[in-house]
């Protein structure tokens, strides 16, 4: 599959107008007819149990999907867990987690097992705990709490199965530089070394040698807030974040995902505007020279769609969160489309994950009108050349 182009809206979104700005758009072969693996649609499907917005989706190992927390139309009443059955293509009740929570993260662990860490509790409390949900039980349990309470941070899953957990916004509404690791092997979080910036809203994947490479966000808040274009890597075998060449756009809101050859494509956000200042723009990160390049714009902005990005066979991506309708898009080429079909998305907090046989499902979100809902949809590609990759 292929990535779609996203229709220049400003000089600055053309390779002309970033020649002119002296800026590099990196497209790798030139975009005439689309490619033939970029033939997806979106359909509706039954309802989840309840409305979210700010949940996560985690693919469990038997194909299901653990739906967990978030938020409905009242925004300080956490949600609990729900799981989609990938079969029946309904979503099911299963145990409930100790503490109802929004903002928070879900990493599937290698064991099978999900870790959910922090977020807002629906008394509006950053907390520290965490616990783990049990797919062969359907239950959860309480695993030993993070140092610090925090909700819009970041959690990865490590090439040696612990789970980096990083930055944030805390009690007092306090931006964290902060980083922690979770120890399957304990049940216990630990204080690693801290990144350069404080950073709230940015996004972090792991790199083909086991770096984590922390990119954008924002901190403060109103009239003092500053968007970076700032990044970082972690290293796991030091404990240290160090900085590499910043990106050439300042993002937060924003998503990423790791290419097939190591690459990490950012992927549209906003500026200090929000809704106003959403970005089509997208960028790659080339871990062999720690810079970034521009590369062919979305065809919509996006923004607030964090975990919403997925690798489709052919080498495409489906980008489903973050505006009112998913795309799809081709990395190597800038070319791709809008996704045909009924489906008008919220899009912006909603949460995605990979189903079996090719499929993607999309839950709940908010935007374009709609507030939060139990909305949700599934991604089928029709040349059934295998499941997508998240």
Same mark, same amino acid.
């Given at each position: ?77 956490a949600a609990g867990a729900e799981v989609f059955d990938s079969e029946a293509e309904r979503f099911t009740s299963t145990g409930q987690p100790g503490l109802a929570r929004q903002s928070h993260a879900a990493t599937r ?18 907390? /520290? ?130 290419? /097939? ?59 489903a969160g973050g505006a009112a309708r998913a795309e799809e898009y081709d990395p190597a080429s800038g070319e791709g489309r809008i996704l045909d079909g009924e489906a008008t998305l919220a899009g912006q907090f909603s ?40």
């Amino acid at each position: 599959m292929a990535d779609p182009v996203r229709t220049p809206v400003t000089l600055g979104q053309t390779a002309i107008g970033a020649a002119l700005l002296g800026v590099s758009i990196v497209v790798l072969q030139a975009a005439s007819a689309l490619p033939a693996g970029l033939d997806g649609r979106l359909r509706s499907i039954a309802p989840m149990g309840a409305a979210r917005a700010a949940h996560t989706a985690t693919a469990l190992p038997n194909g299901d999907v653990l739906i967990m927390g978030g938020f409905g139309e009242a925004e300080g009443r956490a949600a609990g867990a729900e799981v989609f059955d990938s079969e029946a293509e309904r979503f099911t009740s299963t145990g409930q987690p100790g503490l109802a929570r929004q903002s928070h993260a879900a990493t599937r662990l290698a064991d099978g097992t999900v870790l959910v860490s922090g977020g807002l509790t629906g008394d509006g409390r950053y907390t /520290a705990s965490a616990e783990i949900y049990d797919p062969s039980t359907r239950a959860f349990r309480p695993v030993g709490a993070m140092a610090v309470g925090r909700s819009g941070h970041e959690a990865v899953l490590m090439a040696d199965g612990r789970v980096l957990v990083v930055g944030g916004v805390g009690t007092g509404w306090t931006f964290l530089a902060s980083a922690e690791i979770y120890d399957p092997a304990t049940a216990r979080f630990t204080a690693t070394g801290s990144m350069r910036e404080l950073r709230e809203s940015h996004v972090a994947v792991r790199l083909p040698d086991g770096r984590v490479l922390v990119a954008g966000g924002h901190r403060g808040r109103g009239a003092a807030i500053v968007i970076s274009r700032t990044a970082e890597v972690f290293d796991p075998a030091t404990g240290r974040f160090d900085p590499v060449s910043p990106m050439d756009v300042r993002r937060h809101k924003h998503d990423a995902i790791a290419l /097939a050859d190591g690459r990490v494509l950012i992927l549209g956000g906003a500026d200090e505007r929000d809704n106003d200042g959403a970005y089509t723009s997208v960028e790659v990160f080339d871990p062999a020279t720690g810079r970034f390049a521009m590369a062919a714009p979305l065809r919509m902005s996006r923004y607030k769609h964090r975990g919403t990005t997925f690798r489709v066979p052919g080498g495409g991506l489906l980008v489903a969160g973050g505006a009112a309708r998913a795309e799809e898009y081709d990395p190597a080429s800038g070319e791709g489309r809008i996704l045909d079909g009924e489906a008008t998305l919220a899009g912006q907090f909603s949460a995605a994950a990979v189903l079996p046989g090719g499929r993607i499902l999309v839950t709940g979100g908010y935007g374009d009108g709609k507030g939060p809902g139990p909305t949700a949809w599934i991604y089928d590609q029709d040349s059934g050349r295998g499941a997508p990759h998240p």
